[in-house]
DNA sequence: CGGTCGATAGTCT
DNA sequence: GACTATCGACCGG
């Protein structure tokens, strides 16, 4: 199965989400291909989601979001990190799918490789455990925002995505998203994570840390 | 194991 | 100038 037309990932996020659980998400570039099957997501809900980037409306930044959906929306983040998205829903939206987790299927030596080249190595079941990593395992980055998925981007980068024949898988769960905080500081007032259990890629949750100011003076 | 904290720079107020 | 859709090193048990 190919990638899907642009229509199939133009719904809501809550509804692709699951979707895309089990579906392989490749990328292929001079370098080679790395492919992964989704374990672990998280929906952004555009105006009505106060963690989405795309909250406050269309920035430079988040642009790709209010595009079209089946577009990977990558962004650059803490510094050091990069994030993939996929987009969701018709243009002007605002709506994406965070993907936070993958088992490599393909080309696990040049994701090692990548991460490799940053940091130490790691265990080959945690190489696209968290979305920086996922990033990194692909090799995408910003020169991957607004990529077509089932296309390829002017520098020569492939993307597809190929999901899980028919439904989503069985079983998935849910539950607050990570590191994002809902209104008075509550997490669990969007459930919008979305993972396959028993998976070793699914990252650990972490609250959205209230994170301690340098002491004054 | 599990909790805590530093790194590091783009983005938005 | 504060915050960030994070990662991994480090420390204590």
Redesign the pocket.
């Known amino acids: 199965m190919a990638t899907p037309s642009p229509v199939w990932f133009e719904r809501d996020p809550l509804e692709l989400a699951p979707l895309l659980l089990g579906g392989v998400l490749r990328r292929a570039d001079r370098a080679g291909a790395v492919a992964i099957r989704v374990t672990e997501v998280?929906a952004?809900r555009g105006a009505d989601d106060p963690?989405?980037?795309?909250f406050?409306g269309r920035?430079?930044?988040?642009a790709t979001?209010f595009g079209p959906g089946g577009h990977v929306?990558c962004?650059?983040?803490?510094?050091?990190?990069h994030?993939v998205?996929v987009v969701a829903g018709p243009a002007g939206s605002g709506w994406?799918v965070?993907v936070r987790a993958g088992a490599v299927v393909e080309g696990a030596a040049l994701a090692l490789a990548r991460?490799s080249a940053r940091?130490?190595s790691?265990p080959s079941g945690?190489l696209a455990?968290?979305?920086?990593?996922?990033a990194q395992a692909l090799g995408a980055t910003l020169a991957d925002d607004g990529a077509a998925l089932g296309g390829t981007t002017s520098d020569g980068a492939a993307w597809s995505f190929e999901p899980v024949a028919g439904f989503a898988p069985p079983g998935h769960r849910t539950g607050p998203?990570?590191?994002?905080?809902g209104p008075g500081g509550d997490a669990t007032a969007f459930p919008w994570r979305f993972w396959l259990p028993g998976e070793p890629s699914v990252?650990a949750y972490?609250a959205?840390?209230?994170?301690?100011?340098?002491p004054a003076g």
């Open positions: 998280e952004y963690g989405a980037h795309s406050r920035t430079a930044r988040n979001m929306y962004y650059f983040t803490y510094g050091m990190h994030a998205n994406g965070l991460r940091r130490a790691a945690e455990r968290g979305p920086g990593n996922v998203r990570v590191g994002v905080s990252s972490r959205a840390a209230p994170r301690r100011r340098s």
